[in-house]
T-cell receptor
Framework: QKEVEQDPGPLSVPEGAIVSLNCTYS??????FMWYRQYSRKGPELLMY????GNKEDGRFTAQVDKSSKYISLFIRDSQPSDSATYLC???????????FGAGTRLAVHP | GAVVSQHPSRVICKSGTSVKIECRSL??????MFWYRQFPKQSLMLMAT?????????EQGVEKDKFLINHASLTLSTLTVTSAHPEDSSFYIC????????????FGPGTRLLVL
């Protein structure tokens, strides 16, 4: 079993839709939870990070962590074609200086 | 957000030559930098963790004599692919962690290496 599971997609949605991206993990020791966006042939860009259960909102993006279920989500409201990218969840044990990445979900938002 | 640069962005070399890739944190000091490798449509694979002034820590299966890492200052780390072969062709990405801020890593734009 992988430490972090993420559906690779692809996920195709119409412009304006609400997008839900998810990861599950197996190690309850993970302390920090991040979402990165990666455009084709570019480096990942940090979108959100959190370290506690609950929701964190930033503009159209909401990151949700449920430590009891070992489940994290990223919601994108009013999705735009420019949101088309691969979204990677990344988790860190804390103090280990190492991120464990999900496989990444490819998202396509069509006009 | 913090900015990390990489140079070169693309490189093509002949088999058997060595290639050096630079990673710089432009507006912050990074005690720790990371080197990743990414194949098409796959996630990032951590190759090594580089701490300023000390030897890099390599992940299992990564040849340290093949992938030389130097982290000589708080803003610069280099990855040298020695005696490159076609199977080394990949997208290499570095990231940097800002000193004193442990939760986040900022990634460079990546370097695409093609070995002929």
């Amino acid at each position: 079993q992988k430490e972090v599971e993420q559906d690779p997609g692809p996920l195709s949605v119409p412009e304006g839709a609400i997008v839900s991206l998810n990861c599950t993990y197996s190690n309850s020791a993970f302390q920090y939870f991040m979402w990165y966006r990666q455009y084709s042939r570019k480096g990942p860009e940090l979108l959100m990070y959190t370290y506690s259960s609950g929701n964190k909102e930033d503009g159209r993006f909401t990151a949700q962590v449920d430590k009891s279920s070992k489940y994290i989500s990223l919601f994108i409201r009013d999705s735009q074609p420019s949101d088309s990218a691969t979204y990677l969840c990344a988790l860190e044990l804390g103090g280990y200086n190492k991120l464990i990445f999900g496989a990444g979900t490819r998202l396509a938002v069509h006009p | 957000g913090a900015v990390v640069s990489q140079h070169p962005s693309r490189v093509i070399c002949k088999s058997g030559t060595s290639v050096k890739i630079e990673c710089r944190s432009l507006d912050f000091q990074a005690t720790t930098m990371f080197w990743y490798r990414q194949f098409p449509k796959q996630s990032l694979m951590l190759m090594a963790t580089s701490n300023e002034g000390s030897k890099a820590t390599y992940e299992q299966g990564v040849e340290k004599d093949k992938f030389l890492i130097n982290h000589a200052s708080l803003t610069l780390s280099t990855l040298t692919v020695t005696s490159a072969h076609p199977e080394d062709s990949s997208f290499y990405i570095c990231s940097a962690r800002e000193s004193g801020i442990v939760e986040t890593q900022y990634f460079g734009p990546g370097t695409r290496l093609l070995v002929l």
